[in-house]
C-alpha cells in the first residue's frame, strides 16, 4: 500500500461520508444507553472538517490531520468530540515528518499514537465498552498487516456484551448490556473506510 496525501484525504472524505449516512442509526445506539446524540455530534464534527478543510487547502498529511482534530475538540459537544480530536492531533504528531506512508503497519504505528491519545485522555481500558474496544484490535491488526471488515466487525458487536465502565452508559450499570456502544460503531466506520487504502 501506498497512502499519500491524497488517499488520507480521501479516507477521511469517505468517513465524513459514512458518518452523514449514518447519522440517524449512531444517534439510535446513543439514545437507551446516553443521551441520543452521538450521530449529530460527529456529522456536525464532520461537516466542521469539511468547511475548515476547504477554506485552508491542507496539503500534507499533517496538516489534513490537524485540520480535523481542531474542528472536533472545537464544535463537537459531546465526549466523543474532544476524544476523536485528541486521536488525531496524536496522528498529527506521528506523521509530522512524514509525506506519505508505505505500509500497513506504519499505518498502524501511527493509529496507535491516536489510540494512545485517547486512553490518556479519557482513561478508558479494554472492555469498558467505549471506542476503545474497536481502536485496540483495529490497532493491533493494523500492525500485523491483518486489518479486515471482520476484525473490526466483532469488535463492534462485542461491546454489547459489555459492561460500560466510562461515559454516559456507566450509569446504567448491568442495563448497558444488550446495547452495542455507539463510539464502537463510529469507530468501526472510520476503519472501514480505512481498508479501501490497504
Ligand atoms: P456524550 O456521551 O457526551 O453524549 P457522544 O454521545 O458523542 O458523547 O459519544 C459517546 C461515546 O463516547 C461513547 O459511546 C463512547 O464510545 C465514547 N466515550 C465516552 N467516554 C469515553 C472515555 N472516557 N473513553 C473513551 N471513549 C469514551
Ligand atoms: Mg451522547
Redesign the pocket.
Known amino acids: 500500500m501506498k497512502m499519500t496525501v491524497t488517499e488520507f484525504q480521501a479516507w477521511l472524505a469517505d468517513f465524513g461520508q459514512a458518518i452523514e449516512a449514518n447519522k440517524g442509526y449512531l444517534s439510535e445506539?446513543?439514545t437507551p444507553?446516553?443521551?441520543g446524540?452521538?450521530g449529530n455530534?460527529?456529522a456536525r464534527g464532520m461537516a466542521a472538517y469539511e468547511a475548515d478543510f476547504a477554506a485552508k487547502q491542507p496539503t500534507s498529511i499533517t496538516d489534513t490531520a490537524k485540520i480535523l482534530a481542531m474542528a472536533l475538540i472545537s464544535k463537537?459537544?459531546?465526549?466523543?468530540?474532544p476524544?476523536y480530536g485528541s486521536a488525531f492531533m496524536g496522528i498529527t504528531k506521528a506523521v509530522k515528518d512524514i509525506v506519505e506512508i508505505d505500509s500497513q503497519e506504519q499505518l498502524g504505528e501511527v493509529m496507535e499514537q491516536g489510540l494512545q491519545m485517547?486512553?490518556l485522555?479519557?482513561?478508558?481500558a479494554a472492555e469498558?465498552?467505549?471506542?476503545?474496544d474497536v481502536w485496540l484490535p483495529a490497532v493491533a491488526a493494523l500492525k500485523k498487516g491483518q486489518l479486515t471488515e471482520t476484525v473490526v466487525h466483532t469488535a463492534k458487536e462485542h461491546t454489547a456484551e459489555l459492561v460500560a465502565k466510562?461515559?454516559?452508559?456507566s450509569y446504567l450499570g448491568e442495563r448497558a448490556i444488550g446495547h452495542i456502544?455507539?463510539?464502537?460503531a463510529?469507530?468501526e466506520l472510520l476503519f472501514v473506510a480505512l481498508l479501501k487504502y490497504l
Open positions: 445506539l446513543d444507553i446516553g443521551d446524540d452521538h455530534n460527529m463537537v459537544g459531546g465526549a466523543s468530540g476524544l485517547i486512553q485522555r479519557g482513561k478508558a469498558d465498552k467505549t471506542m476503545v466510562k461515559g454516559r452508559a456502544d455507539p463510539g464502537a463510529s469507530s
